[in-house]
């Protein structure tokens, strides 16, 4: 009985699988084979074209491409079936082919020889694949959102909510007048940006995920104030060092030094890092450029 390709056709040694659609092949002869082998020790891959194979040969291509590789190629080690077939289409034969050799530069990065070997000699089969789908349209840009007199009633009456939501949250960091003034043009420059809740409805990013990021991220740049800035970081750093400076482990010079420096790279960081989230990490990127505080 004639074997049937019903499985996935497995390639070097089972360490991967071209897997396609099973279709019997039809009960005529002759029909399409292809072969695929790798070199590991050499770490090159060689495949042959497609071709066809009679059904009384076919127990014979396997052997026959095997001495091929060992005989001109060096290759020892072949215990597996290196050839597959038969194929119920050249096309289907063809796809494992291109599936092997695109796995094999892609993943492993190796070379893949093309050879023009077929079984007895075989004409070669040229398979026409079909052109490739036309790009589609680029999609066409948003018609943009037009600010009406109500969006803009809506965010100025959020300016004593903003400003209150950096006295809580941001006060001797940020110039909190400045910081509600952020977001207020924030909302005027972005009338386009909602969040979706649960049922459908929709809300204006509250400040405070403004303000961390979660969507959509306000710039803080006119908010900094280097003085306030710098303050702030020295005051960290006092604090962070301060069971040192109990303990007799470091100097108060020490301390001020640490602090000074600090200060200074921070508000450095900032300026090229405006973003709310980003004040922890740029604080302790200001005390990476300080070195040790131990030191």
């Given amino acids: 009985m004639r074997r049937r390709l019903t499985h996935p056709i497995s390639v070097v040694a089972g360490l991967f699988c071209v897997f396609l659609t099973s279709v019997p092949a039809a009960a005529q002869s002759p029909a399409p084979w292809v072969c695929m082998t790798r070199d590991f020790a050499n770490r090159v891959a060689y495949v042959s074209p497609v071709?066809?194979?009679a059904q009384a040969d076919e127990m014979k291509v396997n052997p026959a491409?095997?001495?091929?590789m060992t005989d001109k190629y060096g290759i020892t080690a072949l215990p597996y079936r290196s050839c597959q077939g038969p194929y119920p289409s050249a096309l289907l034969a063809d796809s494992a082919r291109m599936q092997f050799m695109q796995f094999i530069r892609t993943n492993f990065h190796q070379q893949v020889n093309e050879l023009g070997w077929t079984y007895a000699g075989a004409a070669p089969i040229t398979v026409a694949h079909a052109p490739p789908a036309p790009a589609a349209a680029p999609a066409q840009p948003a018609?943009?959102?037009t600010l009406t007199a109500a969006d803009r009633a809506e965010f100025q009456a959020e300016v004593?909510?903003?400003r209150g939501y950096c006295e809580q949250n941001y006060r001797g960091l940020y110039d909190c007048d400045r910081f509600a003034q952020?977001?207020?043009q924030h909302r005027l420059a972005h009338p386009e940006e909602w969040e979706g809740q649960k049922g459908g409805q929709r809300r204006r990013p509250p400040i405070h995920d403004l303000a961390v990021g979660i969507q959509f991220k306000l710039d803080c740049t006119e908010c900094l104030d280097d003085n306030l800035l710098a303050s702030w970081a020295?005051?960290?750093v006092e604090g962070n060092m301060s069971q040192l400076l109990m303990t007799k482990m470091t100097t108060q010079a020490?301390?001020?030094a640490r602090a000074a420096c600090v200060s200074k790279a921070f508000v450095k960081h900032m300026h090229a890092d405006p973003w709310l989230h980003h004040v922890q990490a740029n604080f302790n990127a200001a005390g990476l450029d300080c070195g040790n505080p131990n030191g």
């Fill in 160 to 162: 004593p909510q903003a």
């Fill in 182 to 184: 952020a977001v207020l």
């Fill in 65 to 68: 491409w095997h001495k091929v």
């Fill in 143 to 145: 018609a943009p959102v």
């Fill in 254 to 256: 020490r301390v001020d």
């Fill in 51 to 53: 071709f066809n194979v």
């Fill in 234 to 236: 020295r005051h960290q």
